[in-house]
C-alpha cells in the first residue's frame, strides 16, 4: 500500500501555488521531514501563560504544518510529540500532554480523513493511558487507506529504544533460525525499524534553538539535512517552514561521496 503511495504523486500534477509563490524547486521536495516541536514552554511563559498552553499551540500548529507539507508535496512527516524522556516532567505536565493527545486524536481524525492524510504512530506503547492508546489504533485503522501525506507521529519514542528494539527482533530470528548472521546488513537492519516503509528522513528541523538531537531518530538522520531555529514550536508558521525547504534545495548533499550539483 505505502508503495502506491510514494507512486500516485507525480510531476504530471499542477504545481502548487505555494511553491511557485515561494520559490521553491517542484523537484526537489524533501521526501521525509522530522520536526523537532521545541520550546512551546518558554513560548508560553513568555507570555505570562502555563507552559500547557504552550502544548495546546504546538498541536495547533502541527495541523498547519501537515496541510502546508502535503500541499508541496513531502511524503512522510515525522513529528515528536512525547519522547521516553518526557516522562520526566512533572507529572501535571505529562498528563495534560495525554489529554491533549486523546483530544488531538478524537478533534483532528475527521479533518485529517478529508484531507487524505494518513496518520501513524511510532515509538513504544509501554505507559500510555489505555484512552490514548485506543484512540492511536482507531486513527490508524480509520486513515490507513489514504493516499495523502503521512504523518507518523512519535509518542512515547526514543532512538535508542528503537534501535535497541530492533537489534532484539534480529536476535531473536537469528536464534530461531529465520536468518542468518550473514544477512544482517543494513537493509535487514532497517526493515526491523519503526520507520520501515517510510521514505529516507531528508530533513531534519528543530525549533527553539537547542542544537541537539535529543534521541529522536537516531539511525535515521544519518544523512538528513539539519536545520535549526530559534523560533519556538508555536511561532513556526508556514512561510518559516516554507524558509526550511528553500535552504534545503540550497544543500550540495554528498551522502559521503563527491559533488552531485
Ligand atoms: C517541546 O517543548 C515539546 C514537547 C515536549 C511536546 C511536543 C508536543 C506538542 C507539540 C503538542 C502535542 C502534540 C500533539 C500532536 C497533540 P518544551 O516543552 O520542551 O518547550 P521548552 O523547551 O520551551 O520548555
Request: proline share 4%; aromatic share 10%; hydrophobic share 40%.
Amino acid at each position: 500500500m505505502l508503495k502506491k503511495i510514494f507512486e500516485t504523486k507525480n510531476c504530471e500534477q499542477p504545481v502548487p501555488k505555494q511553491l511557485i509563490e515561494s520559490n521553491i524547486n517542484p523537484q526537489f521536495i524533501p521526501q521525509h521531514i522530522a520536526l523537532i516541536m521545541d520550546g512551546n514552554g518558554r513560548w508560553a511563559k513568555e507570555q505570562g501563560k502555563p507552559r500547557t498552553y504552550g502544548h495546546y499551540a504546538g498541536a495547533e500548529r502541527l495541523k498547519e504544518i501537515v496541510r502546508i507539507a502535503d500541499n508541496i508535496g513531502v511524503k512522510a512527516l515525522s513529528a515528536y510529540a512525547f519522547s521516553t524522556e518526557n516522562w520526566k516532567r512533572p507529572a501535571s505536565e505529562v498528563n495534560f500532554i495525554m489529554k491533549l493527545l486523546d483530544r488531538y486524536l478524537t478533534n483532528e481524525i475527521d479533518t485529517f480523513q478529508k484531507n487524505n492524510v494518513c496518520v501513524r504512530f511510532m515509538g513504544s506503547r509501554d505507559g500510555l493511558p489505555k484512552n490514548v492508546q485506543e484512540k492511536m489504533d482507531n486513527a490508524v485503522q480509520k486513515t490507513k487507506d489514504n493516499t495523502g501525506i503521512i504523518l507518523n507521529l512519535a509518542i512515547n519514542y526514543g532512538g535508542q529504544t528503537e534501535i535497541l528494539e530492533a537489534v532484539k527482533r534480529i536476535a531473536a530470528e537469528v536464534k530461531n533460525g529465520l536468518l542468518s548472521i550473514d544477512e544482517i546488513n543494513l537493509n535487514c537492519f532497517e526493515s526491523h525499524l519503526y520507520t520501515k516503509d517510510l521514505p529516507p528522513l531528508d530533513l531534519l528541523i528543530r525549533t527553539g534553538g537547542d542544537r541537539r538531537i535529543s534521541n529522536f531518530m537516531l539511525w535515521q538522520i544519518a544523512y538528513a539535512e539539519i536545520w535549526n531555529t530559534e523560533i519556538y514550536w508555536p511561532d513556526f508558521s508556514s512561510e518559516f517552514f516554507l524558509q526550511a525547504i528553500r535552504d534545503f534545495q540550497k544543500r550540495d548533499r554528498r551522502f559521503g561521496g563527491l559533488n552531485t550539483k
